[in-house]
């Protein structure tokens, strides 16, 4: 693994693919072992970043599931506080359902708490939630993360499904931010 740039910034190895693999196959086993047997669950991907977590997530999964992604949105509400957040993409009924969702990264917290309460709504049987990556210096949510991949400090990191400014998605190893 190399240094590289994307538009601007340089970037340096952090993760490495077989690392990656590593955290994905963990976080699957647990799930598996933690949802019964006869419970297929549904798997929701956060796009656009988790689209890879999830791909590979699913093919290690050994038991019935669901797969299905959402994208957040956001409209220009007709009230004074401006921009409500929604869901595109969820077709599913959810009712009654093991619902986890996927994210690549959980940092601050915002987006997570924002998604949970859409999902929080939809009388689902149990909402979990599972992250590849997660920085714990900077959430500052009373929100449980069921599942994490591998917590890391707060540095910006790119690849696997990761972007800085619409490049570095299609990276297979992480990268981090070079002071
Ligand atoms: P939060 O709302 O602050 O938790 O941020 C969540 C979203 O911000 C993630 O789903 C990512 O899309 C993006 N994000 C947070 N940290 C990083 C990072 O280190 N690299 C790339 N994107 C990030
Ligand atoms: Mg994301």
Redesign the pocket.
């Known amino acids: 693994m190399k240094s590289i740039q994307l538009h601007d910034k340089h970037f340096v190895p952090f993760i490495s693919k077989e690392q990656i693999d590593d955290y994905v196959q963990q976080l699957t086993q647990k799930l598996a072992k933690d949802i019964e047997p006869d419970e297929v669950p549904i798997f929701i991907g ?1 796009l ?3 689209f890879m977590f999830a791909a590979d997530f699913v093919r290690k999964y050994p038991h019935d599931c669901h797969i299905t992604f959402v994208k957040m949105a956001s409209y220009e509400g007709v009230n004074s506080t401006g921009k409500i957040k929604h869901l595109v993409g969820i077709n599913e009924n959810l009712e009654g359902k093991t619902v986890v969702i996927l ?10 708490s924002e998604i949970y309460d859409i999902f929080r709504d939809k009388n689902v049987k149990q909402l979990k939630i599972a992250t590849l ?1 997660f ?1 714990p210096d ?2 500052k949510k009373d929100l449980h993360i069921d599942y994490i991949g591998k917590s890391i400090e707060d ?4 690849g696997y499904g ?3 400014d619409g490049l570095g998605r299609n990276l297979p190893d992480i990268y981090k931010l070079k002071e």
């Open positions: 956060i656009n970043g988790s994210e690549d990264i959980i940092d601050t917290g915002n987006t997570l990556f920085k900077v959430f540095k910006f990191i790119v990761l972007d800085y």
